[in-house]
Structures are given as structure tokens and as C-alpha cells.
């Protein structure tokens, strides 16, 4: 399936890459409940990474529906966004799933934008 996205035809490596995605969300939801699931995927500290992430899903997954109802083949700009979506997906994955671990989000921001994610220097005013 990857060759076959390195070749032009993103359909096959898309399409399992997301519906992929979906059943990790049903396993999960199995495994913890789906009020638990909900509960914990909507929390506000993953609010929005959830929501991108969903959304991504669902265009993705809408893309490729609509390619094979059309018959018609992917040319370079569907090829083009249903890999972006892709790389969406993964990026808010990892988003969410850094929400989990303390800190982790201040690290990343820190190592991809330099200088310190967080507020102040030393001192009660700020620092000086």
C-alpha cells in the first residue's frame, strides 16, 4: 500500500492508515467505556486536539468515499490533501496523546519553537 502512495495512488495507504485510527478509538472505547472514552478524549486539556483530530477522520474518510462513488482515480491536489490530512491526523494523535504525560506539551513546545513555553523568569515580577 505504501508503494502504491509513492506511485500517485494514496487511496489504498489513506484509507487503511484511517480506518486504522478509528478502530485504536474503538478499542479504546471498548476497553475503558464510552463515557469514561468520551469523558477523558473531550477533557479541555485535549479538547481541541480531539476535535482536529475527529474532523481530520472524517474529511479523510469523506475524500475517499467520494473518490470511489465518482470511479474516479485521485489526481495530484486529492493526492496531495488526503496525505496532508493524513499528517493531520498523526500530528494531533501525538497532541492528544502527550496530554497524558506531564509536561510533555511544554517539552515539545520548547524543543520546536526554542526559549521556554512558559511564563516569566525567576522573580514574583517577572524577573529582572
Given at each position: 500500500?505504501?508503494?502504491?502512495?509513492?506511485?500517485?495512488?494514496?487511496l489504498?495507504?489513506?484509507?487503511?492508515?484511517?480506518?486504522g485510527h478509528i478502530l485504536s478509538l474503538i478499542g479504546s472505547t471498548f476497553l475503558i467505556g464510552p463515557q469514561r472514552?468520551?469523558?477523558?478524549?473531550?477533557?479541555?486539556?485535549?479538547f481541541?486536539?480531539?476535535?482536529?483530530?475527529?474532523?481530520?477522520?472524517?474529511?479523510?474518510?469523506?475524500?475517499?468515499?467520494?473518490?470511489?462513488?465518482?470511479?474516479?482515480?485521485?489526481?495530484f491536489i486529492l493526492g496531495f490533501l488526503l496525505v496532508l490530512l493524513m499528517v493531520i491526523q498523526s500530528m494531533c494523535i501525538v497532541w492528544y496523546t502527550l496530554s497524558y504525560?506531564?509536561?510533555?506539551r511544554d517539552v515539545v513546545k520548547t524543543i520546536?519553537?526554542?526559549?521556554?513555553?512558559?511564563?516569566?523568569g525567576g522573580g514574583v515580577d517577572g524577573g529582572d
Open positions: 500500500r505504501f508503494g502504491r502512495l509513492i506511485a500517485g495512488n494514496p489504498p495507504f489513506v484509507t487503511t492508515w484511517t480506518l472514552q468520551y469523558t477523558q478524549m473531550f477533557h479541555p486539556s485535549r481541541h486536539a480531539a476535535i482536529a483530530y475527529l474532523i481530520s477522520m472524517f474529511f479523510t474518510l469523506f475524500i475517499v468515499i467520494l473518490c470511489f462513488v465518482l470511479n474516479r482515480p485521485t489526481g504525560i506531564p509536561f510533555a520546536v519553537f526554542g526559549g521556554s513555553s512558559g511564563g516569566g
